[in-house]
């Protein structure tokens, strides 16, 4: 089992950037693969970037909205998957969360699906002012 905390979360303005943390417990950690969900002010919650584990390439996956301004990466040494967030826009607003999967994330397409994951963090919030 493994427990995921984010961190980084906060008030930044329009254009600016943030870089989110999620600290996992475990010895377990580089073989999970890890996800970014969203869930803003009246939505659902929804994909925002994925890694998955080493031994499969360490392969990317973004939501076409965050696509050109976040990058996902990981340091296994540090037991920590990141998110870091360029450009940021009011619409981005939302509480973030990080997940991990134990299969690793195998078919980059199933990174989408919150069902993927087995453990979730408890998010952190982040605001952008217009």
């Known amino acids: 089992q493994v427990q995921l905390v984010e961190s980084g979360g906060g008030l930044v303005q329009a254009g600016g950037s943030l870089r989110l943390s999620c600290a996992a417990s475990?010895?377990?950690?580089?073989?999970?693969?890890v996800g970014w969900f969203r869930q803003g002010p009246g939505k659902e919650r929804e994909f925002v970037a994925a890694i998955s584990r080493i031994w499969y390439g360490g392969r990317t996956s973004y939501a076409d909205s965050v696509k050109g301004r976040f990058t996902i990466s990981r340091d296994n040494a540090k037991n920590t998957a990141y998110l870091q967030m360029n450009s940021l826009k009011p619409e981005d607003t939302a509480v973030y969360y990080c997940?991990?999967?134990?299969?690793?994330?195998?078919?980059?397409?199933?990174?989408?699906?919150?069902?993927?994951?087995?453990?979730w963090g408890q998010g952190t919030q982040v605001t952008v002012s217009s």
């Open positions: 997940a991990a999967d134990p299969a690793g994330i195998a078919t980059i397409g199933e990174a989408h699906q919150p069902g993927t994951y087995d453990y």
């Open positions: 475990g010895r377990t950690f580089s073989s999970y693969g």
